[in-house]
């Protein structure tokens, strides 16, 4: 098939962007979204202009690292499907994509189609963990969690800090990740201890860099995990009892 | 320099244990006093840098992900052993242990595996306190599947999602220690150099690839957690981005390398669909409990799978090996699938794969317990190939996945170069010449959270009150200046082809001729094709843009070039060992029936070699194995 790329090209953090079109011929149906891609690329190598930067690495849907906004859709058409795993079978010939890097001012486009998502990681530095020491742990099973709660834990866990949510959001919010993050953590036994300390301090810094949740939803139709927007309602509620418990501590 | 493991002269079962008695121990008020770099935040540099963080040392993690998660780790689908025998069925340490040294094919160390076995449990209490959500029963306890090559159940698993939440259990633990404020965390960092001062390890060269900026930063110890080398393959299960480098620059510097023919193809990947294919993807070996390996008896045959009457059908590995049927491990699935495929019966399109067939499994069980039993692992299948499993079978084929080889080290997991460990996939420690299923999991936080914290200690206790050598000195400056004129060449360069047409062109050699069976004439030929495509790789190839900003091209250049001298070492490696063992299956050495032929009195040792300079050959220096434990068997899976 052969498609018509718009792509949003631009040389640094603070350089200006445009939009260059490419053409993007003989793409079999078969191909992944980010192979398409390479091929534009080694096209553009070819006459030696410089490629088109896009993140990527695992290209199975689990490292995180992918993530375009294609034709205005963050990972593009198809629900619960990274960029990495989108297939060309869902793309007819002759048809025009418009490809931008993610857009939220939590996350900086470093070059062409890549952003620093670095935030992220300083919401869970902020208290994304359990507070043991290696070589301090009782036996695994001295912990038992019931099947419901473990499934509910892990279906919060398998988020893959793509950003999707935050790109989707009008308002450039990270409540999902933030409380996907947080939730896998504060329904388990083991997370009960640190649960509205963590509560509060990832919320805290999740409002240095990102905007405001006014509950649109369009995160969780983003999502390439299908993370639940009831995450946020938990997150929110372990949220105000914790501010509570530190204003009575305080 | 004789190759000295320093395996401890004790019995296998107090080895460890005393070992750690005898060892010297920096007092936890000095061990703020030593600095310790670490390359890779996969699950071995995660959780060394966690633990070491949490110790008290001061550590500096760098990475060239744009976070600690991203690492390939991630990628683990299937699960992760443990010998707790929680369901009474016999398992110990002692059989993982067994099972470990017999499923590498007798090529590893006892004492090294015999320790791995040992904490393995302490790994599994530990990820349970972080909060990992392995799958549980009803009642609230630990689930746990049998793996590839186990006949006990034994390993643990979060959905099809296990390295994944593995990893992002050390990443937890790591950013705790980065808000600490005892780890430094340098992500979008690549180590270009490890610098060497009056024959220590004392730093590392890294590159920013956002800002092309080239620093230094020295160490009282620097370890590698960086991962395997099966993209030498070009296409292979791992992240695009996995590669050799650091281990390779490492190696040019004095650090051996041992066993590079050692790589694991796994069974299980889904075949390749054109020319234009960037990665396989791997179908979790777990699917191998339940699905049936098969293929038509006709070459000819035309029939849809689900028409293919029962008589028509060879079910290759139940047929030869009765006793573990699909459960054989990777390396003889592997031989086997590719058997049949050379045969003509291969399935699919391109006639390039074999059939892995559940119709059984959902008729016993049902389509729903199939389906949550492997979460994911069906609708992932069906997203890449645009066929429903359920309905038809999958198709599989063997994809380069795992690399047992790395970085030679002793008991201490520190390389030839003093202060130089290696950790994790980076090491060949503990496989052998072949990798049980759930096994690299393991070995990557045992060896972080369990092994290297203790060993370090050894290392850094002798030099208190000494400081870290100052980046002013002139191998610093040395090693920078190899770095910008390594990156200044490929950018002047300006040839005709792109840096991927390279790599997959290498790709294709070593797969043809080192992969799943290597033969003299066809590891002579590849010792004479890498020279030359690699001479034309660094005459016409063409990186364009600048080194001053986010430059991919540039990065790959720089990692495709290591993989032209790897994959070198790994044929040169492969013609040395004229012995079947594991996943080194030479065609001159296989027993009557066409099993890998082991020769144990003139080769069981483990190769490492030490680099001379391009254009001369490596020295090979021998560690004998002695097997005073594990008899010395020919493996049989009949
Ligand atoms: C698809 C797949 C499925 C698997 N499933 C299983 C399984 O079910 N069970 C199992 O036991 N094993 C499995 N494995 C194997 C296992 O995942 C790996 O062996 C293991 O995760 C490797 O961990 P590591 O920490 O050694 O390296 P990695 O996770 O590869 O991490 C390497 C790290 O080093 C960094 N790095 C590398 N080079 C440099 C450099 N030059 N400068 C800076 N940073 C650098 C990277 O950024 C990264 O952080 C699987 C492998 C694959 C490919
Ligand atoms: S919640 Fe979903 S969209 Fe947001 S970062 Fe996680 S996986 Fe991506
Ligand atoms: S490249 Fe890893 S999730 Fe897409």
Redesign the pocket.
């Known amino acids: 098939m052969n498609l018509t790329l718009r792509v949003w090209r631009q040389a640094g953090p603070d350089a200006p962007g445009r939009f260059e079109t490419y053409q993007a011929t003989d793409v079999s149906e078969d191909a992944s979204f980010l192979e398409m891609l390479d091929h534009v690329n080694e096209s553009l190598i070819e006459s030696g202009e410089e490629p088109i930067e896009f993140a990527h690495d695992c290209r199975?849907g689990i490292c995180g690292t992918c993530g375009l906004m294609i034709n205005g859709q963050a990972h593009g058409p198809e629900r619960a499907t990274a960029t990495c795993q989108l297939h060309m079978r869902k793309f007819a010939d002759g048809d025009e994509i418009v490809i931008e890097p993610w857009r939220a001012a939590g996350f900086p486009i470093i070059k062409d189609l890549v952003v620093d998502r670095s935030a992220f990681d300083r919401i869970v530095e902020a208290g994304g963990y359990i507070s043991v020491d290696t070589g301090s742990a009782p036996d695994g099973n001295l912990i038992p969690v019931p099947k419901e709660v473990a499934d509910t834990s892990m279906d919060a866990a398998a988020c893959i800090a793509c950003g999707a949510c935050v790109a989707a959001c009008p308002n450039g919010a990270a409540q999902l990740f933030t409380s996907a993050k947080m939730q896998h953590l504060s329904v388990l036994p083991q997370g009960q201890p640190e649960r509205y300390e963590r509560a509060v301090a990832m919320v805290d810094t999740m409002e240095e860099f990102f905007g405001s949740c006014t509950n649109m939803g369009e995160c969780e139709a983003a999502c390439p995990k299908g993370i639940s927007i009831d995450f946020i309602a938990m997150m929110n509620k372990d949220y105000r009892k914790g501010l509570m418990k530190t204003r009575r501590s305080a | 320099m004789t190759l000295d493991s320093k395996i401890p002269d004790a019995p296998l079962q107090d080895m460890w244990r005393d070992h750690k008695f005898n060892m010297k121990l920096v007092n936890p008020n000095n061990k703020r006093k030593f600095e310790i770099i670490i390359?890779?935040?996969?699950?071995?540099?995660?959780s060394a840098a966690a633990t070491l963080g949490e110790l008290g040392y001061r550590v500096k993690v760098?990475?060239?992900?744009d976070s600690?998660r991203?690492?390939?780790?991630?990628?683990?689908?299937?699960?992760?052993?443990a010998a707790k025998d929680y369901h009474g069925e016999g398992d110990s340490v002692w059989r993982l242990f067994y099972d470990t040294v017999k499923g590498g094919d007798y090529r590893s160390r006892e004492a090294n595996v015999y320790r791995l076995a040992e904490v393995s449990n302490n790994i599994i209490d530990q990820c349970v306190a972080q909060g990992v959500p392995f799958a549980r029963e009803y009642g609230g306890f630990l689930d746990n599947r049998s793996f590839g090559g186990a006949q006990v159940r034994r390993t643990f698993y979060a959905r099809g999602q296990?390295?994944q939440q593995l990893?992002l259990g050390a990443y937890q633990a790591l950013a705790r220690q980065v808000a600490a404020g005892t780890v430094e965390l340098i992500t979008q960092?690549?180590?270009?150099e490890l610098v060497v001062v009056d024959g220590k390890a004392s730093g590392i060269v890294?590159r920013d690839l956002v800002t092309g900026e080239i620093t230094s930063h020295s160490a009282h110890a620097v370890v590698l957690?960086?991962?395997?080398y099966?993209n030498a393959f070009y296409l292979?299960?791992?992240?695009m981005?996995?590669?050799v480098?650091?281990a390779w620059r490492a190696h040019r510097k004095g650090a051996y390398f041992a066993n590079p023919c050692f790589t694991q193809i796994h069974p299980t990947a889904i075949p390749s669909s054109d020319e234009f294919q960037s990665k396989l993807t791997?179908m979790?070996?777990s699917l191998r409990n339940d699905g049936r390996i098969w293929v038509p008896n006709d070459p000819d045959e035309t029939r849809a799978a689900a028409d293919i009457p029962e008589a028509d059908r060879d079910y290759f590995l139940e047929r030869k090996y009765p006793a573990f049927g699909n459960l054989v491990p990777r390396d003889v699935a592997s031989r086997n699938a590719k058997e049949v495929v050379d045969a003509g019966k291969g399935v699919g399109p391109l006639k390039n794969g074999v059939y892995l067939d559940f119709a059984d499994a959902i008729s016993r069980v049902g389509k729903q317990a199939v389906d949550d039993k492997y979460d994911n692992l069906f609708e992932m299948y069906e997203r890449i190939t645009g066929e429903d499993p359920f309905t038809s079978p999958m198709r599989i084929y063997p994809a380069p996945?795992?690399t047992m080889g790395g970085l030679w080290v002793d008991y201490h997991l520190q390389t030839t170069i003093p202060g130089l460990f290696a950790?994790?996939?980076?090491n060949f420690s503990d496989h052998g010449a072949n990798r049980l299923?759930?096994?690299?999991?393991?070995q990557?936080l045992a060896d972080?959270y369990f092994v290297l914290p203790y060993t370090i200690g050894d290392y850094l206790a002798p030099m208190l009150g000494q400081s870290k050598v100052d980046t002013s000195a002139s191998e610093f400056a040395m090693a920078e200046q190899a770095v910008r004129e390594q990156t200044d060449k490929f950018l002047k360069t300006n040839g005709t082809r792109s840096v991927d047409w390279y790599h997959r062109e290498l790709g294709k050699i070593m797969w043809d001729h080192c992969g799943m069976a290597r033969n003299r004439a066809g590891l002579e030929k590849a010792l004479s094709e890498i020279p030359a495509l690699r001479e034309e790789f660094h005459t016409n190839v063409r990186v364009p843009g600048s080194g001053s900003s986010l430059n991919s091209s540039l990065e790959k250049a720089g990692r495709v070039a290591d993989f032209f001298e790897l994959s070198e070492l790994m044929c040169r490696d492969a013609l040395m060992r004229e012995e079947s063992c594991g996943g080194h299956f030479r065609e001159e050495s296989q027993t009557e029936e066409g099993e890998a032929l082991r020769d144990d009195d003139n080769f069981a040792f483990v190769g490492a070699w030490q680099w001379q300079g391009l254009g001369t050959d490596p020295a090979l220096h021998k560690e004998q194995l002695t097997f005073d434990n594990v008899a010395l068997s020919q493996r049989s899976y009949k």
């Open positions: 199975e | 390359v890779g935040t996969g699950l071995a540099g995660a760098f990475t060239f992900h600690p991203r690492a390939h780790s991630i990628a683990a689908q299937g699960g992760i052993n296990t390295g990893l960092s690549e180590m270009l890294v957690g960086t991962g395997g099966a292979s299960t791992n992240a981005a996995s590669n480098t650091a791997l979790s070996e996945h795992y950790i994790g996939e980076a299923g759930a096994s690299a999991l393991m990557g972080g």
